[in-house]
């Protein structure tokens, strides 16, 4: 359950990435019509990350102290790879920033 949960984190900051692209393009444009549905489904994409997340943490609660260590052997590589995808994900918000200034 562990793992298929971080699977499933890891495509939300896929898709994240998908339409932070798209937004930051819709900002280039000024088209404010794709730049709003962008914002509408990066925030259905926020929340399902969000409820992810805290059944993520709910399952490792119900771990005791060898299974919580086990686990945490298990999944380290997709930590990892959703902590590379969180700070790609700051990289293209930051580029929707700056589109959004010029």
């Given at each position: 359950?562990?793992?298929?949960?971080?699977?499933?984190?890891?495509?939300?900051?896929?898709?994240?990435?998908?339409?932070?692209?798209?937004?930051?393009?819709?900002?280039?444009?000024?088209?404010?019509?794709?730049?709003?549905?962008?914002?509408?489904?990066?925030n259905v994409q926020?929340?399902?990350l969000h409820r992810?997340?805290?059944?993520?943490?709910?399952?490792?609660?119900?771990?005791?102290?060898?299974?919580?260590?086990?686990?945490?052997?298990?999944?380290?590589?997709?930590?990892?790879?959703?902590?590379?995808?969180?700070?790609?994900?700051?990289?293209?918000?930051?580029?929707?920033?700056?589109?959004?200034?010029?």
């Amino acid at each position: 359950m562990l793992l298929k949960n971080l699977k499933q984190q890891k495509a939300c900051y896929g898709v994240l990435q998908q339409l932070l692209e798209l937004q930051k393009r819709a900002i280039e444009e000024r088209n404010d019509e794709a730049l709003m549905a962008a914002i509408k489904d990066k925030n259905v994409q926020i929340q399902t990350l969000h409820r992810l997340e805290q059944e993520f943490n709910r399952l490792i609660g119900e771990l005791n102290g060898e299974q919580k260590e086990s686990a945490e052997q298990q999944t380290q590589s997709l930590r990892q790879e959703i902590v590379r995808a969180l700070e790609s994900l700051i990289e293209a918000e930051n580029a929707c920033q700056h589109a959004l200034i010029q």
